[in-house]
């Protein structure tokens, strides 16, 4: 079987999508990065082959924030940011989406679609509030596992006003909820709702939200942030089937195209499972500039540099 396979290499996890030549999604992949993103993206390639022995890859993309480490490793045709390979996944699933609501574990984004183009967007990387991070966070602080937060947020009958601005702000503000007698459902519903109102208010900001709109990411799973939004906007909101993988489905069908054009992959092929990656950094004294230069080699062979302005070390290497 031919299928392009999309890799999304995110803080919290790492995710891979496997699709044939109609674009159909055949396996998905959903796993922790917890910090040693090399060995999360061996591993997951590793469970795609012994899950789907028979796959030829006909070409890879690559997203997320440790884009351009993956890229490097497996020999990504294709390596675009998480914008672009988030609307066309979100195109592909729901062709008239016209809003992309995207809340990951480190960041958050909004993306305005309109006639099949993206028109508008906007992120949040400088504060945790609302994030799946800090999510898993209050969860476990509050003795919760984070699949049943969306569950027990909808038990409320009365929820709590929370301040959710400043995710330093929510816990303490949900500390003191607690310590004055409100139940956990209340609160867990109230903290639904200020993350909402935080995100409409920020990233929303100034934005044309309209239906349809698309729920994605891996926040999308809590069925308590899913209701938040429904009841602040005042229209449903359809959360994808592959709500945690759509970057890596978007890295596959972007790939897909590339290969289209240039009629070959650079994939390594499976091979990369084994091989051993020793990634390091240095400041380039060069210049004012102070480039920090990083560096990966492969099987103790520089493989890539990237990070300098010039060009200096990442045009030095010379792959065979």
Same mark, same amino acid.
Request: aromatic share 6%; with cysteine; net charge neutral.
């Given at each position: 079987m031919?299928?392009?396979?999309g ?5 919290v996890?790492t ?8 674009g ?13 993103p090399?060995?999360?993206? #061996?591993?997951?390639?590793r469970q795609?082959? $012994? ?9 890879v993309?690559?997203t ?16 675009k ?12 699933i729901?062709p ?12 958050s984004k909004?993306i305005?679609?309109?006639? %099949?183009?993206v ?8 504060c945790a509030?609302?994030? %799946? ?19 027990k ?7 709590v006003?929370?301040? %959710?601005r400043?995710?330093?702000?929510a ?7 607690? #310590?004055?007698g ?15 109102r935080?995100?409409?208010n ?19 799973a ?5 209701r938040?939004f429904?009841?602040?906007l005042?229209?449903?909101v359809?959360?994808?089937p ?7 489905i ?7 195209? $590339? ?5 070959r ?14 990634p390091?950094s240095?400041?380039?004294?060069g210049?004012?500039n102070?480039c920090e230069?990083?560096?990966? #080699?492969?099987?103790?062979?520089v ?17 065979a």
């Amino acid at each position: 079987m031919h299928v392009y396979l999309g890799i999304d290499v995110g803080s919290v996890s790492t995710n891979v999508a496997a699709l044939d030549e109609f674009g159909k999604v055949i396996d998905t992949l959903y796993i922790r990065t917890q910090g040693r993103p090399i060995e999360a993206v #061996q591993n997951g390639l590793r469970q795609i082959k $012994e899950r789907n022995p028979e796959i030829k890859v006909q070409g890879v993309g690559t997203t997320g924030s440790g884009r351009h480490l993956t890229g490097v490793i497996v020999g990504a045709d294709s390596i675009k940011n998480e914008i672009t390979a988030h609307a066309v996944a979100a195109m592909h699933i729901m062709p008239d989406v016209q809003t992309v609501l995207e809340i990951g574990g480190q960041d958050s984004k909004m993306i305005i679609i309109r006639n %099949g183009v993206v028109t508008d967007f906007a992120m949040n990387t400088v504060c945790a509030a609302g994030t %799946g991070s800090f999510l898993d966070q209050q969860a476990a602080r509050l003795n919760i596992g984070i699949e049943d937060f969306g569950d027990k947020a909808l038990e409320s009958k009365t929820p709590v006003r929370i301040a %959710g601005r400043c995710a330093v702000f929510a816990e303490s503000d949900m500390i003191h909820k607690q #310590q004055t007698g409100h139940v956990t459902s209340d609160i867990l519903n109230g903290l639904c709702q200020a993350l909402v109102r935080n995100y409409l208010n920020n990233i929303g900001k100034g934005k044309q939200i309209q239906s349809p709109i698309l729920f994605q990411g891996g926040v999308a799973a809590n069925k308590g942030i899913k209701r938040a939004f429904e009841d602040a906007l005042g229209c449903p909101v359809v959360v994808s089937p592959y709500h945690n993988v759509m970057g890596a489905i978007g890295s596959a069908l972007l790939a897909k195209e $590339e290969v289209a054009q240039t009629k070959r992959t650079v994939f390594q092929g499976f091979d990369v499972i084994d091989f051993v990656y020793t990634p390091r950094s240095f400041e380039c004294s060069g210049c004012a500039n102070m480039c920090e230069v990083v560096e990966i #080699q492969m099987n103790g062979n520089v493989a890539a540099r990237w990070g300098d302005q010039c060009g200096k070390w990442s045009n030095s290497v010379t792959v065979a």
